[in-house]
């Protein structure tokens, strides 16, 4: 499992994406100080608090995680739809135009 400092700055950064905008596995990892982390990152969203925007989170390409919970990848488009981001027909969202800069 995440060394539980990685843990908690991932939290801490996850918890300042913007409404609207999305961060890769890859680009939180980074910003939480360990980058190429991503793999840790999913693990930590997976398996992380409910009230932090993990939805926000999705993979370079923009896809969007089978296993989000709740209600998988319809859940997580559905609550980034909520925000006024783009989901196309196969779970994407274009990186370029929704991605968070920091």
Known sequence: ?????????????????PK??????????????SPGAARVVGQIAHFGSLHLPW???????GGLAVSYVPGGRLGQAEALKREGVVVSENFKVDIHEYQWTN
Do not use: C, E, I
């Not at 995440?2 to 994406?17: E, G, I, L, R, T």
């Open 1 to 17: 499992m995440a060394d539980p400092s990685f843990k908690k700055q991932v939290y801490k950064v996850v918890a300042k994406v």
């Open 20 to 33: 609207g905008q999305v961060v890769t596995y890859g680009q939180l990892a980074a910003m939480a100080g």
């Open 55 to 61: 939805h926000r989170v999705v993979n370079a390409q």
